[in-house]
Nanobody
């Protein structure tokens, strides 16, 4: 089992950058694919990015490609989401998640979320 705690959210301006962190507990962290999702007010939760066990493979939603970068540090049980060139439509609660598969809709464990607000 994996427990996840996100941090790093906040209020920023359009064009700013922000780095989200996700601290994971559990000895088997390195065996999980890790992902970031977000939920905007009044909308369903959506996939943002994912990273493989080793970090050698990544996957991004089209809306964030070229602006966001997912990374992980298995030795520290950490996952990160570097967000650059932020836009108002990036506003939402961001969730870290862990999965035993590479499917975007098959995540088993979730954090409590961290709020990101991009002001214009």
């Amino acid at each position: 089992q994996v427990q996840l705690v996100e941090s790093g959210g906040g209020l920023v301006q359009v064009g700013d950058s922000l780095r989200l962190s996700c601290a994971a507990s559990g000895r088997t962290f390195s065996r999980y694919y890790m992902g970031w999702f977000r939920q905007a007010p009044g909308k369903e939760r959506e996939f943002v990015a994912a990273i493989s066990w080793s970090g050698g493979a990544t996957d991004y939603a089209d809306s964030v490609k070229g602006r966001f970068t997912i990374s992980r540090a298995n030795a520290r049980n950490m996952v990160y989401l570097q967000m650059n060139s932020l836009r108002p439509e990036d506003t939402g609660v961001y969730y870290c998640a862990a999965s035993a598969s590479w499917k975007r809709d098959d995540y088993d464990y979730w954090g409590q979320g961290t709020q990101v607000t991009v002001s214009s």
